[in-house]
């Protein structure tokens, strides 16, 4: 065999062996989708998502107030970490070379690989134990606290694509820095501030180890945000290690609309993306 | 005069915001450690050295935890790390150029799927198939080794680890895609044009000059396989057994924290803030790794993770 039949024969088993890799990877994980769908549709229906959980042994029943706990947790979580992650972004914008960004910077690393359940922990420690309950409010301030990293870092990265061309003409025109932000920076940054928001909800909806430790969970429709309050993950968790045939087949119910929640999340994000990449 | 008090007060605001984020992490580390002194000062260095954990009588120790949380991340790691290269390795430089965006983005779609449907699948779906299949082929044939002592249960560490390793799949995949792309096309071409075959281009060029990007890349999926904490809890089995065989059910930190929250209180909850403590400095000292790897300049090629890469992980989930 000469040298370069060898070279191309080994080149061709290596590039095989990557190929099937790849295909490995894409049937196992189109597996888990295939069964949340399969599954999932079986269950899936109109009193499903809005009738409340029943009984053992009682037919029927849905998800409903998960579902409403769930946006109103995430919410929550939302309102709480939206307003302070872009402030603190612009900051960093602002002062790209500051001590204080250096650290902020860090800390949002930091931040973003601490496993959610040690934020969970930290969360029932501190408003759990001490109100004495578990509640929808805790349960959001601990998914805001999830979205701080991914919210504060893709926000500062988005605003670092605003041109310096454009923010000096901004102050060669005798804006202050403030007109600047508010009037050039950040609407020529929604697009993309938009997108970080998204993709922190999409996380923050799929978190169980936060809420379970704060919101726990509730069989009954939500009507204050002191009480414990039921969620799809939660819920999903609960059913799925449950001994009742009907709550397991519920949990893959509720796991296809979780699913569906965040792959549209996902993809809305990306064409928003796209769109605003288009427009510049 | 009014412009300017407002344009201070602005940049206070900017300021507090990003002060709050400092406190924020450091608040939660320093009140963390705090609860979790009295568990230290009572049991000192024997908590990490001693396997009895019985609540009632104030006993913890948490070596079959710690070493069942290291089992499971390493078998996971060491299924997916091969795959995810070599998936990466065809989305980066094999598949057709139409194919390369959508494939990609679904592999970035299923990093976003939550860790308690991997959990759901991995209850439902994978453990009935490996105690019929797999599990009850290692017990009866190799059952005589430690390692793979049945009877085959399909919870345990094998189930739980082949979760993980579907997990972590995903974003070692997505990064490490990612950072191949970034090499220069010119160093492909001007390899292809010396005469070098495909894979000569892949593992002379490619990997090496992105080899800091793919370590980081692994060590984030370690750092996720270490924290994860539902996904593992539903497959494990939770008993407090030192992991000795593969089939055999075991527990993981996070899982022990999962299942006894609850009831937990005084030194017990001490004990379990301890543990949150634990994961918190290996997970922070395996991200910080991580970071050294993605910001170390390579020579072949300004590997493109400059700072924009961080925020793609961080969507990748925690």
Redesign the interface.
Same mark, same amino acid.
């Given at each position: 065999m000469t040298n370069l039949r060898k070279r191309k024969v080994a080149g061709q088993v290596f590039e095989t062996l990557c190929v099937l890799a790849a295909g490995l990877a894409i049937l196992v994980l189109s597996l888990i989708l295939y069964y949340v769908f399969r599954r999932g549709l079986a269950v899936v229906n109109i009193s499903f998502l809005t009738s409340l959980p029943a009984p053992v042994g009682v037919t029927g029943g849905g998800i409903g107030n998960a579902l409403l706990g769930s946006l109103l947790m995430v919410g929550v979580g939302a309102l709480i970490a939206v307003p302070i992650c872009i402030a603190a972004a612009v900051f960093l914008d602002q002062n790209p070379t500051s001590k204080i960004s250096a650290f902020a910077r860090f800390a949002s690393r930091v931040l973003s690989g601490v496993p959610s359940m040690v934020i969970g922990l930290f969360v029932f420690g501190q408003l759990v134990l001490r109100t004495g309950s578990y509640s929808a409010l805790a349960g959001g301030i601990a998914l805001s606290i999830v979205m701080v990293p991914v919210i504060t870092l893709s926000a500062e990265e988005m605003l670092r694509l605003v041109p310096s061309s454009q923010r000096e003409a901004s102050m060669a025109l005798g804006a202050t820095k403030q007109q600047t932000v508010f009037r050039l920076i950040l609407p020529g940054a929604a697009g993309g501030l938009i997108v970080g928001v998204m993709l922190a909800i999409a996380l923050a909806a799929g978190q169980t180890a936060p809420v379970l430790l704060t919101a726990l969970t509730s069989r009954f429709w939500l009507n204050s945000l002191f009480q414990p309050t039921a969620s799809l993950p939660v819920l999903i968790y609960h059913y799925a290690t449950s001994p009742f045939v009907d709550w397991q087949a519920h949990a893959w119910g509720a796991a296809l609309v979780l699913v569906a929640v965040i792959l549209v999340l996902n993809v809305t994000a990306q064409l928003v993306l796209g769109l605003s990449n288009r427009r510049r | 005069m009014r412009?300017n008090t *407002?344009?201070g007060l602005?940049?206070y $605001?900017?300021?507090?915001?990003?002060?709050?984020?400092?406190a +924020?992490?450091?608040g939660?580390f320093l009140?963390?450690t705090m609860?979790a002194a009295p568990a230290w000062r009572a049991f000192g260095v024997t908590f990490l050295t001693t396997s009895i954990w019985d609540p009632m009588r104030n006993e913890f120790g948490v070596v079959p935890a710690l070493l069942g949380t290291l089992a499971t991340a390493v078998l996971a790691l060491a299924v997916a790390t =091969?795959?995810?290269?070599?998936?990466a390795?065809?989305?980066s430089e094999?598949?057709p150029q139409r194919l390369r965006r959508p +494939?990609s983005?679904?592999?970035?779609?299923?990093a976003?799927? =939550?860790?308690?449907?991997?959990?759901?699948?991995g209850?439902?779906?994978l453990a009935p198939w490996l105690r019929t299949g797999l599990g009850q082929f290692l017990a009866e044939h190799l059952g005589f080794l430690p390692v793979f002592a049945g009877p085959s249960l399909g919870i345990g560490v094998l189930t739980a680890s082949l979760v993980l390793a579907?997990m972590v799949? =995903?974003t070692i995949?997505a990064i490490s895609g990612e950072v191949m792309r970034a090499v220069p096309t010119e160093l492909r071409e001007a390899m292809f044009a010396l005469g070098a075959? *495909?894979?000569?281009v892949?593992?002379k060029v490619i990997l090496p000059s992105s080899k800091p990007g793919i370590v980081g890349a692994i060590l984030?999926g370690l750092?996720r396989a270490?924290?994860?904490? $539902?996904a593992v809890t539903?497959v494990i089995g939770n008993a407090n057994l030192i992991p000795v065989s593969l089939l055999a059910p075991a527990q993981t930190m996070?899982s022990l924290?999962?299942n006894e929250? =609850?009831e937990a209180f005084d030194l017990h +909850?001490s004990a379990?803030?301890l543990l949150?403590t634990l +994961?918190?400095l290996i997970?922070?000292a395996?991200?910080l790794i991580a970071?050294w790897f993605f910001y170390r300049p390579s020579q072949t090629a300004e590997v493109a993770v400059k700072?924009?890469l961080?925020?793609k992980?961080? *969507?990748k989930?925690?």
């Open positions: - | 412009a *407002r344009e602005f940049h $605001i900017t300021l507090f915001a990003a002060l709050g984020l400092i +924020l992490v450091l939660i009140v963390v609860q =091969p795959l995810s290269i070599g998936a390795v065809f989305l094999i598949v +494939l983005f679904m592999v970035e779609l299923l976003a799927v =939550p860790s308690v449907v991997y959990g759901l699948w209850l439902f779906v579907i799949m =995903p995949t075959t *495909r894979w000569e892949v593992t984030l750092g270490i924290g994860e904490a $539902i539903m996070a924290i999962v929250f =609850p +909850l379990l803030l949150a +994961l918190f997970t922070l395996i991200n970071a700072g924009s961080w925020a992980l961080l *969507r989930g925690t």
